[in-house]
């Protein structure tokens, strides 16, 4: 091989180091402080010892920075489902869905501040990075969407329009519980929201209505 092949590939491998370290750097930075509190310099480029010129070759600016780490997660939630939850060819059961939001909250243990970044950024000034955001939470419920429509009886419809605004809602909520729960308490937090999430799923607010202790 020659030595200019060998140069090629090594300078395409320094960049790709290069923003892998930015896009673990801005992570963490972004999920600290968000896409306005973030100083390129002091927050990202300093403490992985890149320069403003290096950060150059790669992005444009902060923002573009911030979109590829959405990017990222967006397109490891559109596999994660498929690749982790169990069929179910007779339609849509308990166990499924259990197994659906326990990978769901799942992404908190495994990519605590990308899902600090999401709720963080729901609401942002910059209309690009909302964009991006909607399009992570629609990649992470459209398959469980697509597989609660097994829920509905024969002979019967579902309204996904509303499903998919229920699901949004019931995933930022329990999304949020969940990240904001001690990590050393969430072994313990996790099977209680996804058996109330669960519940919630098939019996709405009577599944949680039960019958009063005549000795209470």
């Known amino acids: 091989m020659s030595t200019s092949t060998n140069e090629g590939r090594s300078r395409a491998e320094q960049r790709e180091a290069t923003r892998a370290a930015l896009l673990a750097a801005g992570t963490t930075a972004f999920a600290a402080k968000g896409h306005d509190g973030v100083n390129l310099a002091k927050d990202i480029l300093d403490p992985v010892g890149i320069s403003v010129g290096s950060f150059y070759h790669q992005f444009d600016n902060k923002t573009e920075l911030l979109l590829a780490i959405i990017d990222h997660a967006t397109t490891r939630a559109e596999s994660r489902f498929f690749d982790s939850l169990p069929e179910d060819q007779a339609g849509i059961g308990p166990k499924f869905v259990k197994a659906s939001w326990d990978a769901f909250l799942s992404l908190v243990d495994e990519h605590e501040d990308e899902v600090t970044i999401q709720l963080r950024e729901t609401h942002s000034p910059h209309p690009e990075v909302v964009a991006a955001i909607r399009k992570l939470t629609d990649a992470r419920l459209e398959f469980l969407v697509r597989r609660y429509r097994d829920i509905a009886p024969p002979g019967t419809t579902v309204d996904a329009d509303?499903?998919?605004e229920m699901s949004a809602a019931l995933s930022l909520a329990a999304l949020t519980a969940y990240l904001h729960t001690a990590p050393a308490d969430r072994p313990r937090r996790k099977p209680e929201l996804v058996g109330r999430?669960?519940?919630?799923?098939?019996?709405?607010?009577?599944?949680?209505?039960?019958p009063a202790d005549p000795d209470s």
């Open 197 to 210: 999430l669960t519940t919630m799923v098939f019996a709405g607010i009577p599944g949680f209505i039960r």
């Open 162 to 164: 509303a499903m998919v």
